[in-house]
Structure formats: C-alpha cells, structure tokens
C-alpha cells in the first residue's frame, strides 16, 4: 500500500487495517509522516511535531499486534492535539510567547483517554493566541494556510487541526470549541466537525479562560471517525464539574436510520445577521436533501438579537483576568489587538458582567423556545467563504456593514446555548472553497445531530473530495 492510500485512510479504516495485520502501525507512522514533511512547510498546520517519540510508540504499537495482545480501538493510530490541550512531555504553548517553553507534566483528559485507546500522538497543531479568535494565527509560530488556497485562512482556533484532516497528515484531530473553533474551520477545510453538547468532553487540566462556553471535539474526514472519537473522549469525570452523566450512548450505532418524522427549522439568518449570496445558495441547495430524507423543512426568522456584545463581554472578561498581570512584560509579544481586547476588559465591573451574563441566559432562554417544535436547526456554518490571511474577518457582507463577528454569527450562539452542533461539508464556492452546513441539536441531543449528519454525508458524500495540494 502506497503514502497516498494509507494517508487517504478514515481513522476506522486505518484501525481496521492495523488490527487486522493489513498495514503495520510503523507502515502508518511512517507514511504521515512523510505526508507532513511534505506539506506542513507550506501550510503550517502543526507547531510542534514528535516525530521520534511517536516512530517509537508505533514500534510498539507493532510488536502488540504481532504479539495478538488485546487491543484498543485506536491501536497505533496518529492523532494531533490542538496546542490549547495539556500534553504530557509535549510543549504546549497556547500559541503564546507567554509560555513558549512550558511542557506539562499531566494529560488534557481527552487526551489521555486517546492514548489508553492506543493512539498515538504525532504533534501539536496551530492555533490563536489562547483561542481568542476564530481564526488561526500567532506570534510565535505565524499563521496557518487554507490547503485549498495558501492565500486564504483555514479558519480557527482548531485551523491547525482541520488543515491536517483536510491534508490527509492524520485522519483525526482534537480541537476545542469556545465560539466556532471546530466548526468554522471544518466548514473553510472542507471537512467534519463536531461540537458536542457542553461538557460531554470533560476538560482539564490546561490553561483557564472559556469557561461555560468551550468544548472538545473531533475534526475528521466522516461522520463515522467523529462518532468513534466521540466513543473514546466522552464521559463523566469529575476533574471537569461541568462534565455531564454518562448515557451508555453508543455514537456509532446513533449513525443508523433514516430521518423521517424529524421537524428541521432552517434559518438563513437568525433573525439578526446576514450571509454571503454564494454561501447561502450553495447552503440552501443542501438544506433540500433533508426533505428528500423524508425530515419535514421549515424556513425560519426567529425573534433573536445578536448576542455579540454579551458574549465578546464573557470571553473578554476571562482573557483579561488569565493576562492582565502578564501585560507589562509581554505587551509587545502578544497578538497587538487581544492586548486591546484585554485592556479593554479588564476593568469591567462585577455589576456589569453579570449583567451581561444575564443576556445570555435570555438569549438561551429564546433559543430553546425554538427546539419545543423543531428537531434540529440548520444554518449556514459561516457567513462567508474563506477569506484573506491577515484579516480579522469581513467588515462587510452581502453588500452590509457589519460588526466584527457577523461572519462568525451562526456559530458562537451555540456555545452561549451549550447544543451541540456540527457542520458538514455541503459544496464549494466557484473558485472552489468548500462551504459548511451547520447542524445543531436540542441541548444534549448528540445522537440526532450525528444521524442527521451522516444521513446527509450518505446522501451527498464529500470524503473523496481533497484539496490541491493533497
């Protein structure tokens, strides 16, 4: 089997492979490797790799499998963790000079559950300055390309992540969710993301901030590599208080089924905000497949205000109180305009930000009304096809002035809510950028978002479909 079948692998048909004694772990490790000697040059997904320790780890990985030891279901499989995550002997930065070179001592809890189900960690991936925008740039390691246009962003925080999905330099990535991270980049790679319900990935431990709106999830090439994560990191622990009972859901088997009887609302705007005419005709064509898979469609306009302010308000808040001390000695490291953000929050009273934080509980409040008649919501992912590196995003869309996260105006709700919420790849814009659907869920309804998602990748399959570069 040559580099390019073995990189064109699913994480299930890699594992598949390995415990059925098609394909050697070093035969695996070997060929992602040189996929990414290849290529991370010219996109800068990972900022650091450990190359040497992972060639190690599929040594052994083998000799198990010869061995016919009991193996997991990752066995000798590469994944990659977003540089947000705490990695055990592997630097983890945050994608800050604050901490260039911190090594943790300790494993994110995702991250340990992976490697007791025998992956292999191959690096870190790229990612803002500690999450704090939707796109993927730093001052330590630069920015992260779009693999189907090195001109463009790929998207963030998790831009690292889905670049090495979308790239075939391991079949599944780690990523983290606090306003759009996962689902804005799998929508500008042109692969899965899943954002589950708020803390069904228990977190920790790692760097503070987010809190109440971040998850973990997976960014893979299929619905079924995600619903296989999801298997392994799910699951109550008590390190996380947020992290929610155990169900005894098997996500895989929540695959099956067709969607008839489903009540879809499909929202091209939410009430407050505004798409690109390409995203929303592409977007729209897809929301049609629903109905042909027997879900009963609905267009609608919900009464909502954009809970922009609210949230920059929390998230600012939290950013400011983890650096507000470290400013005067690293001011000019830090991304120039989350130093604004920080100076611009930090002083925010306790009325005040409870105050805000009240408006996005009534924010959740008028999103639920909205799942007392519908299974699930669509939306488009993002307002807007990917744009230029270097642009904090698009001032202007559809020919309207707009605030500065209206192109990220379909995800970050979602977080305020806690649902969980995919998006799906549903076709490409004609210079061929790919464009996401968006999936959301009644709060702790996974099983649905997932079926639906994998009911739509049956129907309008997009897992052959590679970028240039590959």
Same mark, same amino acid.
Request: hydrophobic share 40%; with cysteine.
């Given at each position: *089997?040559?580099?390019?079948e073995?990189? %064109?692998?699913?994480?299930?048909? +890699?594992?598949?492979?390995i415990?059925?004694?098609?394909?050697?772990?070093?035969?695996? *490790?070997d060929?992602?490797?040189?996929?990414?000697?290849?290529?991370?040059? %010219? &996109?800068?997904?990972? =900022?650091?790799?450990?190359?040497?320790?992972?060639?190690?780890q599929?040594?052994?990985?083998e000799?198990?499998?010869?061995?016919r030891?009991?193996?997991?279901?990752l066995?000798?499989?590469?994944?990659?963790?977003?540089?947000?995550? !705490?990695t055990?002997?592997?630097?983890?930065?945050?994608?800050?000079?604050?901490?260039?070179?911190?090594?943790?001592?300790?494993?994110d809890i995702?991250v340990?559950?992976?490697?007791?189900?025998?992956?292999?960690?191959?690096?870190?991936?790229?990612?803002?300055?500690?999450?704090? +925008?939707?796109?993927?740039?730093?001052?330590?390691?630069g920015?992260?390309?779009?693999?189907?246009?090195?001109?463009?962003?790929?998207?963030?925080?998790?831009?690292?992540?889905?670049?090495?999905?979308?790239?075939? *330099?391991?079949?599944?990535? /780690?990523?983290?969710?606090?306003?759009?991270?996962?689902?804005?980049?799998?929508?500008?790679?042109?692969?899965?993301?899943?954002k589950?319900?708020?803390?069904?990935?228990?977190?920790?431990?790692g760097?503070?901030? #987010?809190?109440?709106?971040?998850?973990?999830?997976?960014?893979?090439r299929?619905?079924?590599?995600?619903?296989?994560? +999801?298997?392994?990191?799910?699951g109550?622990?008590? /390190?996380? =208080? !947020?992290s929610?009972?155990?169900?005894?859901?098997?996500?895989?088997?929540?695959?099956?089924?067709?969607?008839?009887?489903?009540?879809?609302?499909?929202?091209?705007?939410?009430?407050?905000? &505004?798409?690109?005419?390409?995203?929303?005709?592409?977007?729209?064509k897809?929301?049609?497949?629903?109905?042909s898979?027997g879900?009963? &469609?609905?267009?609608?306009?919900?009464?909502?205000?954009?809970?922009?302010h609210? !949230?920059?308000?929390?998230?600012?808040v939290?950013?400011?109180?983890?650096?507000?001390?470290?400013?005067?000695?690293?001011?000019?490291?830090?991304?120039?305009?989350?130093?604004?953000?920080?100076? +611009?929050?930090?002083?925010?009273?306790?009325?005040?930000?409870?105050?805000?934080?009240?408006?996005l509980?009534?924010? %959740?409040?008028?999103?639920?009304?909205?799942?007392?008649?519908?299974?699930?919501?669509?939306?488009?992912?993002?307002?807007?096809?990917?744009f230029?590196?270097?642009?904090?995003?698009?001032?202007?869309?559809?020919?309207?002035?707009?605030?500065?996260?209206? #192109? *990220?105006?379909?995800?970050y709700?979602?977080?305020?809510?806690?649902?969980?919420?995919?998006?799906?790849?549903?076709?490409?814009?004609?210079?061929?950028?790919?464009?996401?659907?968006?999936?959301?869920?009644?709060? !702790?309804?996974?099983?649905?978002?997932?079926?639906?998602?994998?009911?739509?990748?049956?129907?309008?399959p997009?897992?052959d479909?590679?970028?240039?570069?590959?």
């Open positions: *089997m040559d580099n390019n073995i990189c %064109r692998m699913t994480t299930i048909e +890699m594992a598949q492979a415990r059925a004694r098609k394909i050697s772990p070093v035969e695996v *490790m060929a992602v490797l040189r996929r990414i000697k290849e290529l991370n040059p %010219r &996109v800068n997904a990972f =900022c650091t790799l450990v190359a040497e320790d992972a060639r190690k599929a040594v052994q990985a000799a198990s499998v010869m061995k030891d009991k193996l997991g279901p066995h000798g499989v590469p994944v990659s963790i977003k540089d947000l995550f !705490f055990k002997g592997i630097r983890t930065t945050g994608g800050s000079k604050i901490f260039e070179d911190f090594v943790p001592q300790e494993n995702a340990e559950r992976l490697a007791a189900a025998g992956a292999i960690v191959i690096g870190k991936t790229n990612t803002s300055e500690f999450g704090w +925008m939707a796109l993927t740039d730093n001052r330590l390691f920015p992260t390309h779009n693999p189907w246009n090195l001109e463009l962003t790929p998207g963030g925080s998790s831009g690292g992540a889905a670049a090495v999905v979308a790239l075939g *330099m391991g079949p599944l990535a /780690i990523g983290s969710d606090g306003g759009g991270s996962i689902r804005v980049p799998a929508s500008f790679c042109g692969v899965f993301g899943f589950p319900s708020f803390g069904r990935v228990p977190r920790g431990p760097f503070p901030g #987010w809190e109440m709106v971040a998850h973990t999830g997976p960014i893979t299929t619905v079924r590599d995600a619903a296989l994560a +999801m298997e392994i990191i799910a109550k622990d008590d /390190i996380d =208080c !947020f929610l009972p155990e169900t005894n859901l098997s996500y895989l088997s929540a695959l099956t089924g067709d969607l008839k009887g489903l009540k879809i609302a499909w929202s091209p705007d939410l009430g407050y905000t &505004v798409a690109d005419p390409q995203v929303l005709k592409i977007t729209e897809a929301v049609k497949t629903f109905t898979l879900a009963s &469609v609905e267009s609608i306009t919900p009464a909502l205000n954009s809970p922009e609210a !949230f920059s308000t929390h998230v600012g939290q950013l400011a109180t983890l650096l507000h001390d470290k400013l005067d000695e690293y001011r000019e490291q830090i991304d120039p305009l989350l130093a604004i953000f920080i100076d +611009m929050s930090k002083d925010k009273s306790a009325r005040g930000y409870v105050a805000e934080w009240w408006q509980l009534e924010y %959740r409040r008028k999103i639920n009304t909205i799942f007392n008649k519908y299974d699930l919501l669509l939306t488009p992912t993002v307002s807007v096809p990917p230029k590196l270097g642009c904090y995003g698009p001032r202007e869309i559809a020919g309207k002035k707009v605030s500065p996260l209206a #192109w *990220m105006a379909f995800t709700p979602f977080n305020v809510t806690g649902q969980p919420a995919a998006s799906v790849p549903c076709g490409w814009t004609e210079d061929n950028l790919p464009v996401g659907l968006q999936i959301v869920g009644r709060r !702790f309804d996974d099983a649905t978002v997932l079926k639906a998602s994998a009911a739509f990748e049956k129907a309008s997009w897992a479909k590679y970028p240039p570069l590959f």
